[in-house]
């Protein structure tokens, strides 16, 4: 699997050395992708309303479980293509109300990776 490499700080396009549009394999490729899924809003990329967390109905401004958020990204997460298994640990919320934590991946061709939240 290929996919557009994303700077990590900006989530912006990246160039290689030749000045053209970078480009990331696997297993950093389905890692990037999954944190993709997970950062859009369900209903927002217009060539595929699917895709996403449901923030709108589900999470901003409720009164929702972790237990359910957790269920929410791993879902997700697992929708990607060339993802086995996913594992949401959260590790704690800021002073600025900011949840952190990763996705664990276990990827279809056996390898694991992590995706900060």
Known sequence: MTTLLLDCATWDLVVDAAGNIAVA????ATAQNVA???RVFKGECWYNTALGLPYLTN???RMNSLALFRADVEQTARTVSGVASAV??????SAQR???GVIQLTLTEGTQTVVSL
């Open 59 to 61: 999470i901003l401004g």
């Open 98 to 100: 900011q949840l952190s």
């Open 36 to 38: 993709c899924a997970v």
């Open 25 to 28: 394999t696997s297993p950093y």
């Open 88 to 93: 949401c640990v959260l590790t704690g919320i």
